[in-house]
């Protein structure tokens, strides 16, 4: 069982910067995909960045790409979000997820992690 707690969420203005954290519960963390999702008013969960258990791989939404980060530190059982650039259109509470299986092409659907956090809201201001 992984316990899923995000924070870090907040009110900035556009073209500003926010780093989430995603604190994990566990003592496998450190042999979990983690993700990071996000779900804005009205519309489905999307999918906004992934990481293996080594950090080694990576995937981005085309439409974050070169603005987010993630990054993960194992011995602190933390998933990271670095956001910069930050647009109106981010505005969503985002979602830490993880799950036990192996990093694949699947990373970027919502049904393939076993557990989720609560959210943390990220607000951007024009």
């Known amino acids: 069982q992984v316990q899923l707690v995000e924070s870090g969420g907040g009110l900035v203005q556009a073209g500003g910067s926010l780093r989430l954290s995603c604190a994990a519960s566990g003592r496998t963390f450190s042999s979990y995909t983690m993700a990071w999702f996000r779900q804005a008013p009205g519309k489905e969960r999307e999918f906004v960045a992934a990481m293996n258990w080594s950090g080694s791989r990576t995937d981005y939404a085309d439409s974050v790409k070169g603005r987010f980060t993630i990054s993960r530190d194992n011995a602190k059982n933390t998933v990271y979000l670095q956001m910069n650039n930050l647009k109106p259109e981010d505005t969503a509470v985002y979602y830490c997820?993880?799950?036990?299986?192996?990093?694949?092409?699947?990373?970027?659907?919502?049904?393939?992690?076993?557990?989720w956090g609560q959210g943390t809201q990220v607000l951007v201001s024009s």
């Open positions: 997820a993880a799950d036990n299986g192996a990093y694949s092409g699947y990373v970027t659907r919502s049904n393939k992690y076993d557990y």
